[in-house]
Nanobody, 127 residues
């Protein structure tokens, strides 16, 4: 059984930065970050997979501003978020799969592909 615990959310002014962490217990495969704003569907924004090398893919809405990374030794997933905008306001979730995926080119993560979810952490960006 895998447990995921996120932290690092909070309130920040537009243009600011936050770093989210997701501590995973147990063996995980591919991991991803999702977010869900009020009244909207859960959106996959970044994923990290592994083939011959690490693969990272980002949604256009966060590309160039957010960076996903993983400390394999500690089994912690990170999301560094820079140049935050009010539109980034949402609950952010980390998710893990029980196996490694090899995504197609620029294939964004789908919620149905991940077995394990964290409890979510609120990110609020004020203008």
């Amino acid at each position: 059984q895998v447990h995921l615990v996120e932290s690092g959310g909070g309130t920040v002014q537009a243009g600011g930065s936050l770093r989210l962490s997701c501590v995973a217990s147990g063996n995980t495969g591919s991991m991803a970050w999702f977010r869900q704003a009020p009244g909207q569907e859960r959106e996959g924004i970044a994923r990290i997979d592994r083939a011959l090398s690490t693969i990272t893919i980002y949604a256009d809405s966060v590309k160039g501003r957010f960076t996903i990374s993983k400390d394999r030794a500690k089994n912690i997933l990170y999301l560094q978020m820079n140049s935050l905008k009010p539109d980034d306001t949402a609950v952010y979730y980390c998710a893990a799969a029980s196996r490694w995926f090899i995504p197609s080119h620029q294939e964004l993560p789908s919620p149905t592909a991940y077995n394990y979810w964290g409890q979510g952490t609120q990110v609020t960006v004020s203008s």
